[in-house]
């Protein structure tokens, strides 16, 4: 049940990023054309911001095909790492894109230059309107780091396009050219943030930290708290995917039957999955006095425990 209702979910957000990518092209074209006319750098601003935007929806679409291949002899975790991948070429893409607009909106700053206010105005709402849609149908898959990139960029362009609108209210009401270029400043700044976050956590994936919003010290206790558990060592939690933490550890129990600690594991992986939703397990069982050399725990007999 669980394999069909993941596959249901990728076949719902594949249509929803299909869509979303048709409603991006056409605005950018609708900016490019726009921000032309009206000489405004902050409605290009938001075509190179929905541009990034266009390749965020295009990897994640793409990372969802290859998230839904099977395991394979040679990728034997299958291909979770897609989407962490495909999330961190979009950030690097906000990162450049954000670069070019500060600059750029920093030489108009020195050198105001006239605006069409009212066509920024009209532009901006139809994006703002275009925007939330889109953010709010990818909100439902947001736990995805692949998605969520693609979902932030929504609302950052939903808060920057508003922000134009504003920004064109201001101009018509104080013929100050210099807002174009100053919401021009914070759109890339905004650009550069979001990028940045999405950096951190895919890269924190790919070097296999600790997933963010786990502690270790919690999963350590919450183990410990289980009957039969003597100790808890060697302990690693990681990501497979961004919604795959994996764990593994060495549980020190008392010599006891297979049977008997068949019950043990199991209250185990039970805690692990209702407190932390980890259900990609690898435990090991242990009996013997032992010691923790160079990340690995090696049993010592109990004459060679004695003698230190």
């Given amino acids: 049940m669980h394999v069909h209702a993941g596959q249901s979910d990728r076949g719902k957000t594949s249509k929803v990023l299909k869509f979303s990518l048709g409603v991006t092209l056409a605005y950018i074209v609708l900016l490019v054309y ?3 006319r009206a ?24 990372a969802v095909y290859l998230q839904s291949r099977p395991p394979s002899a040679t990728k034997t975790y299958g291909w979770h790492r897609a989407g962490v991948l495909a999330a961190l070429v979009n950030a690097g893409s906000l990162v450049v894109v954000s670069v070019l607009i500060l600059y750029e909106a920093f030489r108009r700053l020195r050198n105001p230059e006239p605006v069409h206010a009212g066509m920024m105005i009209w532009v901006a709402a139809a994006g703002v309107v275009m925007n939330g849609v889109i953010a709010l149908l990818l909100y439902g898959s947001k736990r995805d780091v692949n998605i969520r990139s693609a979902f932030l960029h929504e609302i950052g362009d939903t808060v920057s396009t508003a922000a134009v609108i504003v920004g064109g209210w201001a101009i018509l009401a104080t013929g100050q050219y210099w807002i174009d270029a100053a ?10 943030w979001s990028g940045f976050g999405i950096i951190d956590e895919t890269l ?22 289980v009957e039969g558990v003597n100790d808890v060592h060697d302990l690693h939690v990681w990501s497979i995917g ?23 594991l199991r209250d185990v992986k039970e805690t692990l999955h209702e407190n932390f939703r980890i259900d990609h397990t690898t435990i090991q069982f ?22 230190h």
């Fill in 34 to 36: 726009a921000g032309i």
């Fill in 39 to 62: 000489h405004s750098l902050a409605l290009l601003s938001e075509a190179g911001h929905n541009l990034t935007d266009l390749l965020a929806l295009l990897l994640s679409l793409v």
């Fill in 183 to 192: 919401l021009s400043f914070g759109i890339g700044v905004l650009i550069l």
């Fill in 204 to 225: 924190n994936i790919l070097l296999e930290g600790t997933p963010r919003g786990v502690k270790l010290e919690r999963v350590e206790a919450s183990i410990r708290k």
């Fill in 242 to 264: 961004s919604e795959t933490p994996a764990l593994s550890c060495h549980i020190s129990i008392a010599d006891i039957p297979p049977s008997v600690s068949e019950r043990i």
């Fill in 286 to 307: 242990e009996h013997a006095v032992c010691e923790v050399a160079h990340g690995c725990v090696i049993p010592v007999s109990e004459e060679e425990h004695h003698g």
